[in-house]
């Protein structure tokens, strides 16, 4: 039968590995992801418009944090184009998220905005790269 001790070492295991967890922040906030993913933005689809001349690269997605280091949910999307198509494919995209609610920012050729989703303060980065012909779109929960 253990003694006081086993059981003293694996409560305080117990509590150092809680206490590890809400110190780096690794309890993610699937709420501030949850928003995101209803917003239009975050299901866009810059293929259907350009045909044949765009394809999705990827998609990805971050959870924010609760505890500790607060950082943004986002989720990203790119997209690769057909060499001259990047502008087209820029002001698609912003006007996309003009029609999903967003208020946005020409900054050169790239747009940055902002929108509140859920309560939430939210934010968009639409880019573009005439060297890798791709573009994305960004939207990500502010971390405070």
């Known amino acids: 039968m253990p003694g006081n001790g086993t059981l003293v070492r694996s409560r305080t295991l117990i509590i150092v590995i809680a206490a ?3 110190l780096t922040g690794c309890w993610s906030d699937p709420a501030q992801l949850n928003a995101l993913r209803k917003d239009p933005m975050a299901n866009v689809d810059l293929s259907s418009s350009l ?3 765009a394809s999705i690269v990827g998609v990805s997605e971050t959870p924010g944090r ?3 280091a607060k950082s943004p949910a986002a989720i ?3 997209f690769t184009v057909l060499p001259g198509k990047i502008n087209e494919a820029l002001t698609f995209l912003a006007d996309d998220a003009r029609e999903a609610g967003w208020t946005l920012t ?3 050729s790239d747009y940055t905005g902002s ?4 309560g939430l ?3 968009i980065v639409i880019t573009g790269d005439d060297t890798t012909s791709q573009v994305s779109v960004t939207i990500s ?3 405070s």
Not at 115 to 118: A, E, H, P, R, Y
Request: charge should be positive.
């Open 121 to 123: 303060s939210a934010h």
């Open 66 to 68: 609760v505890v500790g």
């Open 141 to 143: 929960t502010r971390g």
């Open 115 to 118: 929108k509140t989703i859920d």
């Open 76 to 78: 990203s999307h790119t």
């Open 106 to 108: 020409r900054q050169g």
């Open 51 to 53: 045909q044949p001349a």
């Open 20 to 22: 590890a967890v809400l």
